[in-house]
């Protein structure tokens, strides 16, 4: 292991996007790190791309077509630099940073990454790693950008039992959430706008459909736990299926639609999940809007914590990765232990929800009790039923149907089953709402 205790601390770098970028310019400019900090060698694809790049940044350029740090397109003249300290990974994806990453725990270095794909597939073998090799392993940035909750989780869960995680964890989907309530805007609309502000990327798969979320819940929970959460054992719904009309009956219920995620823990059994869900106009939680996140955290002592930010861009993450920086070189850091529990992983199947579901239903007299009957059957009683008239030509009505409090392995199977109803002319649309 690199000795923390160095006056001056060597960096390599890998990536040199746009949070790269923003890093290596608060490294090299900064003069609360810079005299501390050596960014020392700078791993990128593309010498001559990236090189020419850097000439153009007044923060890298040092005259003469020289800039401040080595620009390299071999990893080993990062991993089997003595020099260098710390290795900071920012090209995300699981491969080649997961090669990267492990080597330069191998080899003693200090990681820091935001990687959260990463992290949250290969949490238990990356702090095996460190513990071996006597390395440190740090990825505040991995959730929440530059909100704190990774050290948080593991300062609260040295004294607390810490029951269940929920929170927005996804600035995207919160951000297309937000528009989509406030403006009444289509889906595809905002999408396209939280793109051109540079909220979402140019594939939104992971964000929209769920899985960025996913990923920072399996991180929060194996930490809260102290147990691996499998990525394939976490339920994911995204937000693609809910429009604008949904808002519209959210609203009548002073309800509003939120993506959260969830993680808990009872007795000897855990469990995740990722999903819309309605939650009502007053809790707190529905009023965070545009790109923020927030966390709430209940242990057996602290009771219910919340904390807010923002979750997504250039400089909180940058924020979280030079505040991990920071924490080695002060030799603040919490100890990661191994996961050492062995919990039970509980499935989606048996959870308890209340549920909002909306059909697009031919208008004749029968097709209500068609739909009522097949709620019977799977023992789910209903709470209240609105129609909405909306279509010019009178042959069609959207029906919202909310029921009392049920399992979620009969509510799946009312959908399967009204699915295949001739006079449903669309996938019903189920989201759950909060008890």
């Not at 200090?110 to 702090?127: C, G, R, W, Y």
């Not at 940058?318 to 991990?324: N, Y």
């Not at 049920?406 to 449903?424: A, F, G, R, Y």
Request: charged share 25%; aromatic share 6%; no cysteine.
């Amino acid at each position: 292991m690199k000795n923390i205790e160095k006056q001056i601390f060597n960096i390599g770098l890998i990536g040199l996007g746009n949070i790269g970028t923003k890093v290596a310019e608060e490294l090299l400019q900064n003069d609360k790190f810079n005299q501390i900090f050596n960014l020392k060698t700078v791993l990128v694809r593309d010498l001559e791309k990236y090189y020419n790049l850097a000439l153009k940044n007044k923060k890298f350029n040092v005259g003469n077509r020289k800039i401040a740090f080595d620009l390299v397109d071999v990893p080993e003249k990062i991993i089997e630099d003595e020099n260098i300290d710390v290795v900071i990974e920012l090209i995300g994806g699981v491969g080649p940073a997961s090669e990267y990453v492990k080597k330069s725990l191998i080899a003693g270095k200090h990681v820091i990454t935001a990687n959260k794909e990463l992290i949250s597939k290969q949490i238990d073998e990356l702090l095996h790693l460190s513990n071996k090799y006597n390395s440190k392993i740090k990825f505040e940035a991995s959730v929440g950008a530059g909100i704190p909750i990774i050290e948080l989780v593991l300062e609260l869960s040295r004294q607390n039992q810490i029951r269940n995680i929920r929170g927005i964890i996804n600035g995207t989907s919160n951000y297309i959430l937000s528009k989509m309530s406030e403006d009444g805007s289509n889906f595809e609309d905002v999408l396209k706008e939280a793109q051109n502000l540079g909220f979402a990327e140019s594939d939104p798969t992971n964000d929209v459909d769920g899985f960025d979320a996913k990923f920072k819940i399996a991180i929060l929970g194996a930490l809260a736990f102290k147990s691996e959460i499998p990525l394939e054992s976490i339920y994911v719904d995204g937000i693609r299926g809910i429009t604008n009309k949904d808002f519209e009956y959210a609203k009548e219920l002073d309800l509003n639609i939120k993506l959260l995620a969830f993680a808990e823990k009872e007795g000897s059994t855990i469990f995740a999940k990722v999903h819309p869900i309605l939650i009502p106009i007053n809790d707190p939680m529905a009023k965070v809007d545009r790109n923020y996140n927030v966390i709430e955290i209940e242990g057996d002592l602290i009771g219910k914590l919340w904390i807010q930010g923002e979750g997504a861009g250039n400089n909180s993450t940058t924020s979280a990765v030079l505040g991990d920086l920071m924490s080695l070189f002060d030799s603040r850091q919490s100890d990661m232990l191994f996961l050492n529990q062995n919990l039970k992983i509980r499935t989606i199947d048996q959870d308890i929800n209340k549920y909002y579901l909306r059909l697009v239903v031919v208008d004749q007299p029968g097709v209500l009790a068609q739909i009522a009957e097949i709620f019977s059957k799977n023992k789910i009683s209903i709470a209240s039923v609105i129609q909405k008239d909306l279509y010019p030509d009178n042959q069609f009505v959207d029906l919202v149907i909310m029921t009392h409090s049920s399992i979620e392995k009969n509510i799946q199977d009312v959908v399967k089953s009204i699915s295949l109803l001739k006079v449903v002319q669309q996938d019903p649309l189920l989201i759950r709402v909060q008890n």
